[in-house]
């Protein structure tokens, strides 16, 4: 099937600092999803993507379509305590419905106080 | 409260007895879907369901079997379990349709399943 390759694995930054990630595919996505898990729970929708070059915005988050409609990009900014988890992106396999639905492997964020 | 439950939330049993984890929703949400996590994976889609009696293989249904008799109700049955499913399961459900904050994948959470 289709694979999402989340870069990087992990962070540890400190609170304060900017964040920066990103998912790669081998083929095209018509929409980018991105999602956090916290400890213990189940991931929930923190943005989606619709167009290629678009770039959203979620309180502190912002997300990037990537033009290539290939890769999508997520930052936070001024990062605190709570931003620690695990943040996943994740597109539908063709089209933009749900169905057949990909995660990358996600990235551990770790946030020092 | 809207939320897709999963049980049991822990589980550890043995190779080869059958075993089910329920998941319901109380949302009316046509989408349902069965996935696994593990360390350095992510998640992996097991089966999903578009609708009642609809169900189709995600990338990982080897060893898994899913029915949806009714709407809210998705079970997901490993009929003879291997040590290589030890993995941590979510269900989540959706109103389907197109992907967008309107209709967003509500997760379960989770059912931490070892196989010995």
């Known amino acids: 099937g289709q694979q999402l390759n989340q870069s990087p694995q992990s962070m540890f930054i400190q609170e304060g600092e900017d964040v920066s990630m990103n998912c790669t595919s081998s083929s095209i996505f018509n929409t980018w999803l991105w999602y956090k898990q916290d400890p213990g729970e189940g991931p929930v929708l923190l943005i989606a993507l619709y167009k290629a070059g678009e770039l959203t915005s979620n309180g502190r988050l912002t997300a990037q379509f990537g033009i290539t409609r290939k890769d999508s990009f997520l930052n936070i900014s001024a990062s605190i305590p709570s931003d620690v988890g695990i943040y996943f992106c994740a597109g539908p396999a063709g089209g933009t419905s749900y169905g057949k639905l990909t995660f990358g492997q996600g990235t551990i964020l770790t946030v020092h106080p | 409260e809207a939320q897709v439950t999963q049980n049991p939330r822990y589980l550890i049993t043995v190779t080869g007895k059958k075993l089910t984890v329920t998941c319901s929703q109380n949302?009316?949400?046509?989408?349902m879907s069965w996935y696994r996590q593990d360390p350095g994976l992510g998640l992996r889609q097991i089966y999903y369901?578009?609708?009642?009696?609809?169900?189709d293989k995600g990338d990982v249904p080897e060893g898994y079997k899913v029915s949806r008799k009714e709407k809210r109700n998705f079970p997901l049955i490993l009929e003879s379990p291997s040590p290589n499913q030890t993995s941590l399961y979510f269900c989540?459900?959706?109103?389907?349709?197109?992907?967008?904050?309107?209709?967003?994948?509500?997760f379960g959470n989770g059912t931490r399943l070892t196989v010995t």
């Open positions: 989540a459900s959706s109103f389907g349709g197109k992907l967008s904050y309107n209709s967003p994948l509500h």
């Open positions: 949302m009316n949400h046509e989408y």
């Open positions: 369901s578009m609708n009642v009696e609809v169900t």
